[in-house]
């Protein structure tokens, strides 16, 4: 079984993120989705909120499973047997942090990352815009599944 990890702190999911692991269930047998936990950083969602928007983002896709973990990411791929890790690169900014993650996790563990450029009606789309079009109460459905609501 061809397993990848998408990981990430998702607060919340973009159209970004839900275009990157729709297109990794094409590629893998299983994606798991998996929301990073860090105690030292303050976020908008609780993990429950999150883990709820992309479970429900995603019922119907049965090769999508969403789960948390704390520690380095290739540690928790070892773990659950992942052997891929999926990443999206939005710009070469991206590409550029995330090639340097990328040689070190290769360099801790037997793990290859597989990136997938976004695509270009959701490449500016990031977390924090929408947090920030959030807090000034700005239409922020454009950019997220369905599953995120605010009530």
């Known amino acids: 079984m061809r397993r990848a990890l998408f990981p990430g702190s998702f607060d ?11 297109r ?45 973990y704390t520690g380095l990411t290739v540690d928790f791929c070892n773990e659950i047997g992942a052997e891929f890790i999926l990443r999206g690169l939005r710009n070469p900014a991206d590409f550029e942090f995330e090639k340097a993650i990328a040689h070190a996790n290769r360099r801790m563990a037997t793990i290859e990352t597989v990136f997938l450029l976004t695509s270009a009606k959701t490449s500016f789309i990031s977390s924090s815009i929408v947090r920030d079009v959030i807090k000034n109460e700005g239409d922020y459905t454009k950019f997220v599944p369905d599953s995120v609501r605010i009530n």
């Not at 919340?12 to 729709?22: C, M, Q, V, Y």
């Open 12 to 22: 919340p999911i973009t159209l970004g993120h839900f275009d990157i692991i729709k």
């Open 24 to 68: 990794g269930v094409t590629l893998f047998d299983e994606v798991i989705v998996a929301i990073g936990v860090n105690s030292d950083k303050k976020y908008m969602f609780s993990l429950k909120e999150r883990q709820a928007f992309i479970e429900e983002a995603f019922a119907d896709e049965p090769k999508v499973k969403v789960v948390t």
